[in-house]
Each structure stands twice: as structure tokens, then as C-alpha cells.
């Protein structure tokens, strides 16, 4: 594991435990992609285009897919406003369904939006997958 990514989730005293989890996950799951620390939060990218994060939040930790509304999971049940992103929020250990994520991060390398060239499209999505 990213060693950035290693003390993020250290640093989140009360939810270290769900991070290491989430991390494990993606990174065991999603092979080819990079883990980083982006804005201040671990990403997952593949071909430089963000894929899977997740963030200590008020409401707990949010797994935040950047193409998951594609999904079309109702357990992704916070939607983004403007792009094509769906989270879930977690706050205890027992909250999360490794199977369930396995499956999302599965879904996440087939429906893809580009949001690498997002800047470059003057904030206009196009879908790569």
C-alpha cells in the first residue's frame, strides 16, 4: 500500500480500521490501477483517470465512485449534482460488504467517464466506456 495512503488512514483514528479495509479492497481488486494521495484523499486511477476514493466526511467514510451513478446501484445512494459520481457512507467496521465494493470496483473498469480530460473539455463529460 501507497505509504501516503498508509498514514491517511492511520490519521483517521476512529475509522482507521474501515480505511484499511477499503484500500485492501480496491488495491486487491483493482490491480492495475495507481492509489495516491489526490486532493487531500486516497484515489484510485486507471490510465490517470479517477476511479474509486474515499474521504473521512461528518457523516463517516465515503466510498466515492466517480462513475458510479452508471451503476445504477440504489446502495450508491449520494449522487453528484453536476458529474456522474455515486458514494455510500460508512461508519462502523460490520457496515461494509467487501463483496458488494468487489462488485462495484468490477463495474468501474467497464463504465467509465472521462474525467482526466475534464479541464481540457471545458467540464464536458464523455463517456469511455
Not at 479517477?50 to 451503476?71: C, D, H, N, T
Not at 457496515?95 to 479541464?119: F, H, M, P
Amino acid at each position: 500500500m501507497d505509504a501516503n495512503i498508509l498514514a491517511y488512514n492511520t490519521n483517521t483514528l476512529t475509522h482507521a480500521n474501515i480505511c484499511n479495509l477499503l484500500a485492501d479492497t480496491i488495491s486487491g481488486t483493482l490491480t492495475e490501477a495507481n492509489g495516491k494521495i489526490w486532493h487531500a484523499h486516497p484515489v484510485w486511477f486507471i490510465n490517470d483517470n479517477p476511479i474509486v476514493g474515499y474521504s473521512e466526511q461528518k457523516k463517516g467514510i465515503r466510498l466515492m465512485f466517480w462513475s458510479g451513478a452508471g451503476f445504477n446501484d440504489a446502495k450508491l445512494n449520494v449522487r453528484g449534482e453536476k458529474y456522474k459520481d455515486a458514494s455510500v457512507f460508512y461508519n462502523n467496521l460490520n457496515e461494509v460488504d467487501t463483496a458488494e465494493i468487489i462488485g462495484w470496483l468490477k463495474q468501474s473498469r467497464v463504465v467509465q467517464w472521462d474525467y482526466k480530460n475534464l479541464v481540457k473539455r471545458k467540464g464536458k463529460l464523455e463517456r469511455l466506456f
